[in-house]
């Protein structure tokens, strides 16, 4: 299974959160589904309502985590004396501000 982030809309007039539940601050816009797995292979999940800037921040914890997933995939392929030249330039490719 793989991490997921899921953002849907939701129906102010049935669920009447206040504010975000990420930053506690603003009002929600999306309700929100994220799970994330550990190194162990742990599942984290969290779900609830947040607002548009917490929302982006998800993204982007979505992202750091895939790219530990993927320095992970490479390192087996390293540990399997096979070719990393395709995960490495796949990598490159999805994550250019990491080497
Ligand atoms: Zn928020």
């Given at each position: 299974?793989?991490?997921s982030l899921f953002l849907a809309a939701f129906d102010p007039l049935h669920?009447?959160?206040?504010v975000?539940?990420?930053c506690g601050t603003k009002a929600p816009v999306f309700n929100y589904e994220f799970r994330t797995y550990g190194e162990g292979g742990s599942l984290s999940e969290d779900r609830?309502?947040?607002c548009a800037n917490s929302a982006s921040n998800l993204v982007k914890q979505l992202e750091r985590n895939e790219a530990q997933v993927w320095v992970q995939a490479k390192t087996a392929v390293k540990a399997e004396d096979a070719d990393v030249n395709a995960v490495h330039a796949q990598r490159l490719g999805a994550f250019p501000r990491r080497n």
């Amino acid at each position: 299974m793989q991490a997921s982030l899921f953002l849907a809309a939701f129906d102010p007039l049935h669920e009447v959160p206040r504010v975000c539940a990420l930053c506690g601050t603003k009002a929600p816009v999306f309700n929100y589904e994220f799970r994330t797995y550990g190194e162990g292979g742990s599942l984290s999940e969290d779900r609830g309502f947040c607002c548009a800037n917490s929302a982006s921040n998800l993204v982007k914890q979505l992202e750091r985590n895939e790219a530990q997933v993927w320095v992970q995939a490479k390192t087996a392929v390293k540990a399997e004396d096979a070719d990393v030249n395709a995960v490495h330039a796949q990598r490159l490719g999805a994550f250019p501000r990491r080497n």
